[in-house]
């Protein structure tokens, strides 16, 4: 969920809708059909992965210095830029995390979408022109089966949105 508030400020949080994968808390083992979590099936399958969220992704206020555009940018490490009419990003905003579970040491790849359109109550619309996240370029679960990403964005603004602003991103895992 990406929620955002202005008159004066924006404040933004995100939640994730995942595919391929089931967005739910860790899987306890099944009875009846003999798979404990991060284990494969009995028929040689993969254990199936299981994309959680731990942390939305929240921009929280933002103070805008006029009716201009601006950009803000959250990076995965928590540091946070400004550019355009946007002054300043509030010192509670936080940056998103998700948890991908699945089979110890197996390779992954994951689809994140590309940008993100928030919808405001009034039908205005705000839009996270890019994801950032310290995503490694070869994806793989640790020993453990879990993959943790961080993960920010760049929130285009302008002077007339104003709001709560919310909107969904869906995160696609599979094994390689």
Not at 10 to 17: H, K
Not at 145 to 167: K, N, P, T, Y
Request: proline content about 7%; some cysteine; hydrophobic content about 40%.
């Amino acid at each position: 969920m990406i929620v955002a508030r202005h008159l004066g400020w924006i404040g933004l949080a995100l939640a994730l809708a995942p595919a391929g994968a089931v967005a739910a808390p860790a899987p306890e083992p099944c009875a009846l059909c003999g798979i404990t979590p991060g284990e494969g099936s009995p028929n040689g399958e993969p254990a199936p992965l299981v994309i959680e969220l731990e942390t939305s992704l929240d921009f929280d206020r933002l103070v805008l210095g006029g009716s201009g555009t601006g950009l803000v940018r959250l990076a995965p490490d928590g540091s946070s830029s400004v550019s355009g009419s946007v002054d300043s990003i509030s010192g509670r905003a936080r940056i998103g995390r998700f948890v991908i579970q699945g089979e110890p040491g197996r390779q992954i790849h994951v689809d994140l979408p590309r940008s993100i359109e928030l919808v405001g109550i009034k039908g205005t619309v705000v839009r996270v022109q890019s994801l950032i996240t310290n995503l490694p370029d070869a994806p793989a679960l640790d020993s453990n089966g879990r993959l943790a990403v961080d993960f920010g964005g760049e929130l285009e603004i302008d002077g007339g949105s104003d709001g709560e602003f919310r909107g969904q991103m869906l995160i696609r895992a599979d094994y390689l």
